[in-house]
C-alpha cells in the first residue's frame, strides 16, 4: 500500500457498511474523471493482474456502467453499476452488482450500495470518502471474506500510478 497518502478502511457490522478514506494527488476534476471515465476507469479499476474492460456505460442517473474484470487466464466476471444520484465532481452513489454479459445481475450474490463523495484538500489533493452499505451482515462478511480490502486497495494504487504518469 502507498502510505505517502491517507488511507482508512474500516468495516462496521452493527451498520453492514465499509467506510473507504482515501487521498489522491491531483485535482478534483482528474480525479472525478478517472472515476467517470470508462477509458479511465479500464486503466484502474481492477486489481492486477486482472483487467477492467467495459462494455457500455452511460454516467447519468438511471444509468448504468457494464463491464468486466478479466483474469490473466481470461476468465470473465461481469459487473454492472446502476446509478442513482450524481452531484458533479462532488458525489454519486448506485447500486453494484454481479451480472451476466446482458447486464442480468446475479441474484445469489449481495448488492451493494456505494456512496461516494470528493473533495479537494491542502495541496491539489483529493480526499475520496466512500461508504458501501450492505443488506445484511451476512452480505458484508461474504464481501470481506472474498478479500474485498485487498482487491480494492490494489485497485486504488492503480489509480495512484496513473494519475502520477499525468504529471510525468
Known amino acids: 500500500m502507498n502510505t505517502r497518502f491517507l488511507f482508512d478502511f474500516s468495516v462496521n457490522k452493527a451498520n453492514n457498511t465499509i467506510h473507504v478514506k482515501r487521498e489522491f494527488a491531483a485535482d478534483v476534476d482528474l480525479v472525478w474523471e478517472a472515476w467517470t471515465n470508462p477509458e479511465l476507469l479500464d486503466l484502474w479499476w481492477a486489481p492486477k493482474p486482472y483487467r477492467t474492460q467495459t462494455k457500455s456505460m452511460n454516467f447519468s442517473e438511471g444509468g448504468y456502467w457494464h463491464y468486466c474484470m478479466i483474469s490473466p487466464e481470461n476468465e470473465i466476471h461481469w459487473c454492472r453499476a446502476d446509478y442513482q444520484k450524481i452531484d458533479p465532481k462532488k458525489s454519486f452513489s448506485g447500486l453494484d452488482a454481479f451480472c451476466d454479459e446482458h447486464g442480468t445481475v446475479v441474484q445469489d450474490f449481495p448488492r451493494s450500495l456505494w456512496n461516494n463523495a470528493f473533495a479537494a484538500t491542502t495541496n491539489n489533493m483529493t480526499l475520496v470518502?466512500?461508504?458501501?452499505?450492505?443488506?445484511?451482515?451476512?452480505?458484508?462478511?461474504?464481501?470481506?471474506?472474498?478479500?474485498?480490502?485487498?482487491?480494492?486497495?490494489?485497485?486504488l494504487e492503480n489509480l495512484d500510478q496513473y494519475l502520477e504518469t499525468r504529471f510525468q
Open 129 to 155: 470518502e466512500i461508504t458501501i452499505s450492505y443488506d445484511s451482515l451476512s452480505d458484508l462478511e461474504k464481501v470481506v471474506e472474498m478479500g474485498f480490502k485487498e482487491g480494492f486497495s490494489m485497485a
